[in-house]
């Protein structure tokens, strides 16, 4: 665990909570009502490699009469690293979600993911309800890697999913509580290279390492196990841990489209994400491709995953199906809209949840695609 305390904004509160299942860091800003109704409450949930601080910029910038809760989730930041069992897809983090919500006395709220937090707001709409959903930068529907447009798997075993695309030198450094900019797998580096789109320093740099280095890398924790694979790159998904959770062995949360009712959707995301992308540069199929991973069988057998195109797909079916669905491209975003863009992901958040008037114009450099609007 790690001291949020160190890295607060002025205004923000850290405290833990016990659910019952587990110890749960939450940040919420000071004076805020708990009374607040359902209709006002926001609940943040972060991407993996990453914890409730990064969601201060937007915490803090909520207007006065909403309350907003940043949740970590298991194994993250402050909260408790029980293992994540990875044959439950992202359910654990859902059943945790559900359990804090239940001891702050929330029925429901809206949701606010990034990343694998988009993947458990989809999980926990799924399980339970949501009041709207609001997705950054999310995790396909049909999981990460190993996957067709259709969402149908490669591999039975989904071979190159999973905890073996972790890098053993990163996570090395990540149990060394690495801080500096020497190497390629260093944590500082990764988030500059990977995650914003332009290299260099990325927003509030030594705040967002350190919620790297509080990654759980305890057993079940981060990245997991990796089983061999008869198919190429030779590994497949294991059954525990954070990379395993994702793998479309095990997540698929594409049934929203059956939804009933259907919260609205927000679908945020940066044109120049390397990480979630027709061309991740973290899927193992499209660096094989690119000649990165050696022996590649081609595309008919390890094409890259279309991530963006299969969130696409089951948004539009989402809207063709009754739903309400907003998508929002940012030119020159990486990885990171709410940091790389706060202002804009900050407006676009408060219009989907109703708390700003339909149809805000946005900024010059950014699309808003209405796939159907109720408004």
Avoid at 269 to 296: I, K, Q, R
Avoid at 325 to 343: D, I, W
Wanted: glycine content about 10%.
């Amino acid at each position: 665990m790690t001291d949020p305390e160190d890295h607060l904004l002025d205004g923000l509160t850290a405290r833990t909570l016990e659910t019952g299942r587990l110890a749960v860091a939450v940040i919420e800003r000071d004076g805020d009502d708990p009374e607040t109704p359902l209709e006002r409450t926001v609940v943040f949930l972060h991407d993996a490699l990453a914890s409730s601080l990064l969601w201060q910029d937007l915490l803090a910038g909520l207007p006065a009469d909403v309350r907003g809760i940043a949740v970590d989730l298991r194994g993250f930041g402050g909260s408790e690293n029980l293992p994540v069992d990875a044959t439950r897809g992202v359910r654990d983090f859902s059943d945790d979600l559900h359990a804090t919500l239940e001891t702050l006395g929330l029925p429901t709220a809206h949701l606010v993911g990034w990343g694998l937090g988009g993947a458990v707001a989809l999980q926990y709409a799924l399980d339970h309800s949501a009041l709207s959903l609001s997705l950054l930068a999310p995790v396909s529907p049909f999981g990460f890697g190993g996957t067709r447009r259709d969402g149908t798997r490669l591999t039975e075993d989904a071979a190159g999913t999973g905890a073996g695309l972790s890098n053993p030198e990163f996570v090395r450094r990540l149990i060394a509580h690495d801080t500096t900019d020497e190497a390629e797998a260093s944590p500082r580096t990764l988030i500059r290279r990977a995650f914003v789109a332009e290299h260099g320093t990325a927003p509030r740099e030594d705040t967002w390492v350190g919620a790297v280095l509080a990654t759980s890398t305890a057993s079940g924790n981060y990245p997991g196990d990796q089983v061999p694979s008869d198919s190429w790159p030779g590994f497949a998904a294991g059954t525990t841990g954070v990379l395993n959770a994702v793998s479309p062995r095990w997540f698929d949360v594409s049934g929203i489209v059956a939804l009933d009712p259907k919260p609205p959707i927000l679908w945020v995301h940066g044109e120049l994400d390397a990480v979630v992308s027709d061309t991740s540069f973290f899927d193992v199929n499209h660096l094989g491709a690119l000649g990165v991973t050696p022996d590649w069988p081609g595309d008919e057998i390890a094409p890259a995953q279309p991530m963006v195109s299969q969130t696409r797909d089951v948004l539009a079916a989402y809207a063709a199906a009754g739903g309400d669905v907003r998508e929002v491209a940012l030119a020159g975003v990486g990885h990171t809209p709410h940091l790389e863009q706060p202002a804009e992901v900050r407006r676009s958040v408060l219009e989907r949840v109703g708390f700003l008037g339909p149809h805000t114009e946005p900024a010059p450099d950014t699309e808003q695609i209405i796939l159907k609007s109720t408004d």
